[in-house]
């Protein structure tokens, strides 16, 4: 592989494994947000234990980390395989940050956030998967998995088996840090989202 490739790849390692949940969350209250809540670094930890806009944050700046690499890798690459490499790897890193002893968050921004970029159509039918899971399930968690699903077998259709291949790698790695998840949803103590609607209704009555 030229020096160019490798560069590539280990770059957004690098670029994915800055772990933006866990700086804002030092930053603002100066506590470890991987003792709070789930233990992650990701934005829905950081949306229950800091609030709305430094979720958003988190989650804005997450999808960056996935979708950087990838806008980086079309400009100067033409193989696929390359390109969703690159994502793969900040995805990686987000997963296993170098600079928290690779222990970070469960890559579900960084994953939409390379497909924005990769793949639009597999982007919005994330995003549209995620939120019917939601709504019918209030489960996070839930969303997440069946939106990562549904983007592989978008991709095993869609592109060559190598880029497939890497997609359900990635699925897998994904899937695997919602074990704790699954657990708590089997046990009936996973955390229930709340609407909007539904938390006024709450605080009314």
């Known amino acids: 592989m030229p ?85 793969a790897a900040a995805i990686l890193g987000h997963l296993f940050p170098l600079y928290l002893k690779f222990r970070g968050g469960k890559g579900i921004a960084c994953f939409l956030g390379l497909f924005v970029a990769f793949h639009f159509p597999s982007a919005l039918a994330f995003g549209a998967v995620f939120l019917l899971a939601l709504f019918f399930t209030r489960y996070v968690s839930v969303g997440s998995i069946a939106g990562v699903t549904v983007v592989f077998f978008i991709t095993l259709f869609t592109q060559v088996v190598e880029v497939a291949m890497i997609v359900f790698g990635l699925t897998v790695l994904v899937v695997s840090r919602h074990r704790a998840n699954i657990k708590r949803i089997a046990d009936g103590t996973e955390y229930q989202f709340i609407w909007a609607n539904q938390r006024a209704k709450t605080k009314n009555g």
């Open 3 to 87: 020096k160019h490739e490798i560069l590539f790849i280990i770059f957004s390692y690098l670029v994915g494994s800055i772990p933006f949940g866990f700086i804002i969350y030092y930053l603002t209250d100066k506590k470890d947000i991987r003792e709070e809540g789930s233990g992650n670094t990701g934005a829905t930890n950081v949306l229950r234990s800091k609030g709305r806009w430094a979720g958003m944050v988190t989650l804005v700046l997450d999808m960056l980390k996935g979708g950087l690499p990838v806008l980086y890798g079309s400009i100067h690459f033409d193989s696929p395989v390359l390109i969703i490499a690159g994502g």
